[in-house]
Nanobody, 131 residues
């Protein structure tokens, strides 16, 4: 069974940076996408960013554009989320998730921010940004 393991969360001051990583194991798919979602207390889970393995297409929430960068190392089945200029409102549990076998750019452009479209989820990592 596919497993996703996240690393890199922590406590940082506003304006600081963190890099999250998500490594997928037991992957046999050539065509997949990995996304980052986050959920703050009392709020719904929201899509932060997504990347497609097939052509490297990337997607970002408006709230993180210009501050966060997603990248992929296909050889390692690992996706990174570089988070710069962090704000207190970025505080949340961050989850990575994957869509398998149908993650073309055409599909992901429509569904990337919809949590129910994802097949597997990581356990989450806490990111706390202090003011």
């Amino acid at each position: 069974e596919v497993q996703l393991v996240e690393f890199g969360g922590g406590l940082v001051q506003a304006g600081g940076s963190l890099r999250l990583s998500c490594t997928a194991s037991e992957f046999t798919f050539d065509d997949y996408a990995i996304a980052w979602f986050r959920q703050a207390p009392g709020k719904e889970r929201e899509g932060v960013s997504c990347i497609s393995s097939s052509d490297g297409s990337t997607y970002y929430a408006d709230s993180v554009k210009g501050r966060f960068t997603i990248s992929i190392d296909n050889a390692k089945n690992t996706v990174y989320l570089q988070m710069n200029s962090l704000k207190p409102e970025d505080t949340a549990v961050y989850y990575c998730a994957t869509v398998l076998g149908r993650a073309t750019a055409q599909v992901m452009g429509v569904i990337w921010a919809s949590p129910h479209e994802y097949d597997y989820w990581g356990q989450g990592t806490q990111v706390t940004v202090s003011s």
